[in-house]
């Protein structure tokens, strides 16, 4: 147990970190990172995707365990094993992606694992529930504590995050993208939330890609790259573009994906398409959505998250269940593809958004996994050679210029944007002309991505038509022809590359 | 860029952990020779390799078959009652066939011997598409739908049995006498079912490396919803895998009735099912999927067998009893043994906190009733001492290691 805090003032530091290194199999995470953070203050983490960010956030809430370095909370040494550690210590995370037990109430999703016993030590729902709605009345949140977790909306879901978070009353609270599935005005609820807990003096770490947000919220912010601390400084001592500037390291090579790529015919057409989604109040995942796409074209989907954007993907693509209505055209040709080996067959290929879920085989090496969809031509009379995989796979493997110590080394020895272009290697052996990329590059450190996206405009001037989905708006405007907006599965709005700014594609995404 | 190999792979012809294996069967056969009173290897070194020969190639024929749906990222729990369905299946059809020779015990004549095969392989085929039925159109779990064809297909054969013998014989029975000489020879030979084995571990070996297929089978269990994602049709593979499970314990149904001379569905290879998923897990199969060799599932099975066989020898009396704990500890030591590597690297304890404190009492409990009732109460009374105090000495040594050494 750490002394409360007694100073809520600027006065005295809550979180030291001192030489922390973080190594995974084939990447450095964390490089030797120092930071300091006051007592009472809203420190923003800023950073790229892979910067290391949400690995020193799960070493500060006692997910993750450093290789080296020292971290003290309250002035106290902090060695935590484990989530709990951490919580008896007052830091409590609310973490970007959902960890609900969906078919658990509210109330019994914030208090998982510290459930409130009455006189007999059995569960007391009752005072859960009370204390659940105190905390979601604060977040001015409507949803009752007995709804099931699973049948909330993606935002009300992050809000009983939120509230796991909050229920700790902790001293320190760590809000990893907080409001990346949020609409406008759930985000701007939670900012309200955030001013009452610093009024009460909670210490906040908020990690963010909004600049705006972070300008808004914060008293200090530090920057991350590749691992290794770039610098912290005080708001009002730094503009946005000057951290952008810190947290890029230099310009992403985007000027040269301009030039207009020659357009072909229409390759896919997607008309009035409807996903519905039954046990949901809100009825279908997708509604009405049309759009199309020519050759040589980059077609970007941009959504909140929850918004349908991999749904859409995934109907083209023949994954999702087939009682969809509307229509899909390939070249003209209506289908309705009932798996995606037909889709495959058809010419599409999708590389999927959640790399080690849905697109790595953790068990095949490299050559393993860039051949699988094409292992046919890499047998004769029915028995696969060592030696025709090997040359089937060095075309794609020298083309997406993946980094790799031989074609049998272990696939999860390379670092996230080897593996992805490995993914992507693999979908062109099978020499598709549509590709869908839900996004690619998640995950992925700044140089990899800017080499992905020279592959992408590559491949689109050799006349594939690609559909792109991104959860970062600068990628989509760096790479895309028009950008289509999905808000809660509906298509609220399209821009052409002139037109489409920053602002008003979230402005169409929160709508 | 680093390339850490995965801690299973690497190594001349076989992994390093098929290697050690293959040094444990060594170890074991050469301590069995030593101790066992009659040195039964050593004067009668045929006999006992023919002993260990025929019950390693009837349990590795469908050890084979569960390796590869275990590695497909399933389970098969039903082959010891598949084997019972397999030799009903071939009694009842030969006896369908030819009643008044198989009731006079003379023989039946090689066509009907073919058709009774033919039959017991069909059902397997039959067996494993139900199997994948209940897996891929219900979406049982795999644990479900192979637990309901455990219980199910024993009962369905002695129905059979039952039944058949009712129709055609005076009366009524609950198993079929073979006596037919084909079946003799394969008894009395017992290179053929150990020939067979061998064949069926070269096909299987060559399925599962060389063959799109057998990629497909691991992409399969290494990660189900990327390889449909990749174009894969899961569920076709999934019907190889669990046909060739059911078939092979229906090929290995055929040596049981060779062996036994009867089709006796009550309790013909009851429990067997777990033997194969042991001997497969031993050998390195994945319960998780993708991960499992051939060479590894075959040295499984022969590790298996010696050891059983090692103990009935150095156990006289009963040593029968004693087989579902030894296959329970070989497991168990197996699996640990694979992960000691990583244990020590990750700092992991074996007796953490509360729980390891009541688990030493109970291995020591656990060893030394074992050794009191096969040796002597003095003997297990030491050996349960021991045991308690080298456990004990261990979570000394693990608490000390957690509060010292910890990485500041």
Sequence with gaps: MTTPPTDHGFGGTAIMMRGITKRFPGVVALDDVSLDVRRGELHAICGENGAGKSTLMKILSGVYRPDAGTLMIHGLSARFTGTRDAERAGVAIIHQELNLVEDLSVAAN?????????????????????????????????????????????????????????????????????????????????????????????????????????????????????????RTVDRAATTPREITGWMVGREIAGHSFHEPRPRGDKLLEVERLTLPWPEHPRGYRLSDVSLDLRAGEIVGVAGLMGAGRTELLETIFGVSPPGWKGEIRIDGRPERFAHPSEACAAGIAMVTEDRKRLGLFPDLDVAGNVSLCSLAEAARGGLLSRAREEALVAGPIRDTGVKTPGPHAAITGLSGGNQQKCIIGRWLLTEPRILLLDDPTRGIDVGAKAELYALIDRLCRRGMGVLLTSSELPELLTLSDRILVLAEGRLTAEFSRAEATEHKILEAATG | MADPLPPSAGGFLLRRSEWALLAAIVLAVALTAVVDANHSYWFQPLASLRDIARSTAMLGIFALGAAVVIIAGGIDLSAGSMIALSTTVCASTMLALAPTEMVGFKPVGGAVVVAGCLASLLAGFLVGTLHTWLITAVRLPPFIATLATLVGLRSLARALATSTTAALLPTKNSQINVYDPMFKVVRDNVWIPVAVFGVLAFITWLLLTRTVLGRHIHALGGNEQAARLAGIRTDNVKWFAYCYAAMTAALAGLFYVANESVAAPANQARGHELNAIAAAVVGGCSLSGGVGTVPGTVLGTIFLRVVIDAVSKVIKTESEIYEGLIVGVVVVLAVTFSQVGQMAKGGRRLLPGALGLCAIPALALLAGGVVAMTASPRAGLAAGLAAAVCLGALKAWEARRDTTARPA
Excluded at chain 1, 174 to 198: G, H, K
């Design chain 1, 110 to 230: 914030v208090f998982l694992g510290r459930e409130r016993r009455g006189g007999l030590g059995f569960i007391d729902d009752a005072t859960m529930e009370d204390e659940t709605a105190r905390i979601l009345r604060m977040l001015e949140c409507g949803v009752s504590p007995r709804a099931r977790a699973g049948g909330l909306r993606v935002g009300d879901q992050q809000l009983v995050e939120i509230a796991k978070a909050l229920s700790l009353d902790a001293s320190i609270l760590v809000m990893d993208e907080p409001t990346s599935a949020l609409t406008e005005a759930e985000s701007a609820r939670l900012e309200r939330t955030i001013q009452r807990l610093r009024e009460r003096g909670t210490t906040i770490l908020y990690i963010s890609h909004k600049m705006d947000e972070v300008f808004r919220l914060a008293d200090r912010m530090t920057v991350l790259r590749d691992g290794r601390h770039v």
